[in-house]
């Protein structure tokens, strides 16, 4: 009953430093998302993958990199991390984007 | 993007006291969830609505697909201390993929 297992839970950064944060599912299910989510700004999505060898860009991409590895992983990148990507970031899974998500419990990620 | 309108941004009620939170948008949506998170977690699922004028409960929770599809609400009846988090409103449009409110935070003194 693991669902939506997401690695690292916490992660600190220095300015210009990369790093992958990785997201697997074991629900067999065809979509997959990164959000982020900052104070009073809710979740926005950063990109999607709505099936295996396919992803799009969702509302803030921006400095952000993603891979679907297979149909289990989706793996979101940051290749040169920045303060403005201090934040929580949630991966989840859906069968389909219209029915509900299952996330994972999120990577906090602060850059310095 | 499109954003959903959610409110209010946060509540202090008492225990034992009912809980109204609502959700609009200028668009229509095809699909109205709502989600609670609770700290250092990620958020789960409480009820899905899929049908206009859609009336959903799951235990002490009551939901609302508007008759419009522009809009949803959620009540919690007889707060308990457990019921503290943030509720997020979330909604479809035919996409792959959902849009979120910006997320209602209650806080219940007991």
């Known amino acids: 009953n693991a669902g939506v297992t997401q690695t690292p839970k916490f992660q600190v950064l220095k300015t210009g430093q990369s790093m992958t944060l990785q997201c697997a599912q074991d629900?067999?299910?065809?979509?997959m998302y990164w959000y982020r989510q900052d104070p009073g700004m809710g979740l926005r999505l950063i990109y999607y993958s709505a099936s295996e060898g396919t992803t799009d860009k969702g509302e803030v991409p921006n400095g952000y990199n993603v891979s679907r590895l297979n149909k289990r992983e989706f793996s979101l990148r940051l290749e040169s991390a920045a303060p403005s990507q201090t934040s929580v970031y949630f991966c989840?899974?859906?069968?389909?984007?219209?029915?509900?998500?299952?996330f994972g419990s999120g990577t906090r990620l602060t850059v310095v | 993007g499109q954003q959903l309108n959610q409110s209010p941004q946060s509540m202090f009620i008492q225990e034992g006291e009912d809980v109204s939170m609502n959700c609009t948008s200028s668009s229509i949506f095809n699909t109205w969830l709502w989600y609670k998170q609770d700290p250092g977690e990620g958020p789960v699922l409480l009820i899905a609505?899929?049908?206009?004028?859609e009336l959903t409960s799951n235990g002490r929770l009551t939901a609302q697909f508007g008759i419009t599809r522009k809009d949803s609400f959620l009540n919690i009846s007889a707060s308990i201390p457990s019921d503290v988090g943030i509720y997020f409103c979330a909604g479809n449009q035919g996409a792959q993929k959902l849009v979120f409110g910006q997320g209602t935070r209650l806080t219940i003194n007991p």
């Open positions: 609505l899929y049908k206009a004028g």
């Open positions: 629900m067999n299910h065809n979509s």
């Open positions: 989840a899974s859906s069968p389909t984007g219209a029915r509900g998500y299952t």
